[in-house]
């Protein structure tokens, strides 16, 4: 498929919010394999999750996890970036298998809806792989993607103890690899058709360009960072530069637990080869689903709360299309 070609799939796929995403029994499968096999549930309530923690980690893992959280906290107080020795700790640390489950359920709700997205995406676009997961931490979605799509995908993580634990899940699986490796790796370049990176790097003129250079042609870029990007002359100058198209946004997410209500993520597509502009109103477009649908579905009294998220919410409409 060309660039141009996969442009326009991207605008039929996404003109229509309410089909952005998966069926509900599928939407269910992906739900019961984030649970099965990861242990990714709904959370605990805030008041009752340290107790937990300190339950499962032991004294000392529960003293160097609450150490590197409070270092970072400190960091992101004053606007600044932690140093990457602090981060590479953090995400080995809640690697460890005693925790691993109870500190992802907290993005149980982001887990699911990303997981669902690229599941959909990938089906819909008719992507045949390989697959390149930016920040693939210990596997959930590089696996999903290869049990649920038949794709090969190839993880990279900075943490080494988050990918020891990635390839011990993967055994006997000829469609999962995963290294340490780093995002201007000339083993990458042009390398795959799809390159998704969830809450790992910033969607910038850096990493788009990087992203951009592991592309195939036609290839698409997903990102759900963690802010949403300046939609400005340089930013929109880069994206050209690196050849890639505007494809679509949209936004996974939803309640998170009593006590902390609703969190949800903007997610930006490009195209590699694609003509298309970035839409000056892609956080209007992202985020119009939120108000026309979703709100009315997650106030519902009928809605169980585990289910108040996008995917869920997508998966019931199709169900009334």
């Known amino acids: 498929m060309t660039g141009l070609q996969r442009e326009s799939a991207c605008w039929k796929l996404a003109a ?20 099965d096999q990861w242990g990714i549930q709904p959370p605990v309530h805030p008041d009752h999750w340290s107790d937990r923690l300190r339950r499962l980690a ?62 959909h995406v990938i089906r819909s676009l008719g992507v045949k792989g390989p697959v390149l997961d930016v920040g693939c931490h210990i596997g959930y979605h590089a696996g999903l993607l ?3 799509c038949g794709v090969a995908v190839h993880g990279t993580d900075r943490s080494r103890k988050a990918i020891q634990v990635a390839i011990g899940k993967a055994v006997g699986n000829p469609l999962l690899s995963f290294g340490v490796q780093e995002l201007e790796d000339d083993a990458f370049r042009e390398r795959f058709e799809l390159v998704y990176a969830v809450r790992s790097v910033a969607c910038d003129i850096e990493s ?15 990102f759900l960072p963690q802010e949403v990007p300046e939609g400005d002359e340089a930013f929109t100058s880069a994206l050209q530069q690196a050849r890639l ?6 936004v996974v997410g939803g309640w998170v637990g009593e006590g902390r209500s609703y969190e949800a993520g903007i997610v930006l597509a490009f195209v590699k080869d694609g003509t298309a502009p970035l839409s000056p109103e892609f956080a209007e477009q992202a985020e119009s689903a939120w108000g026309l649908h979703f709100r009315d579905y997650a106030n519902s009294p009928t809605t169980p709360a585990a289910e108040k998220t996008q995917a869920f919410c997508r998966g019931y409409l199709q169900q009334m299309l």
């Open 16 to 35: 229509d919010k309410r089909r952005l995403g998966l069926p509900l029994h599928d939407v269910r499968s992906v739900d019961a394999y984030l649970r």
């Open 58 to 119: 032991g004294k000392r893992l529960y003293e160097d996890y609450c150490e590197l959280h409070d270092q970072q906290a400190s960091y992101f107080a004053s606007d600044l970036e932690p140093p990457e020795e602090v981060v590479r700790a953090f995400y080995d640390i809640i690697a460890d298998p005693r925790i691993s489950s109870h500190v992802h359920s907290q993005k149980r709700t982001e887990i699911l809806d990303a997981g669902c997205l690229l599941v």
């Open 146 to 148: 290869a049990k649920e």
């Open 208 to 222: 788009v360009a990087a992203i951009a250079s592991m592309l195939k042609p036609g290839g698409l870029a997903v």
């Open 245 to 250: 198209g505007w494809g679509f946004s949209d």
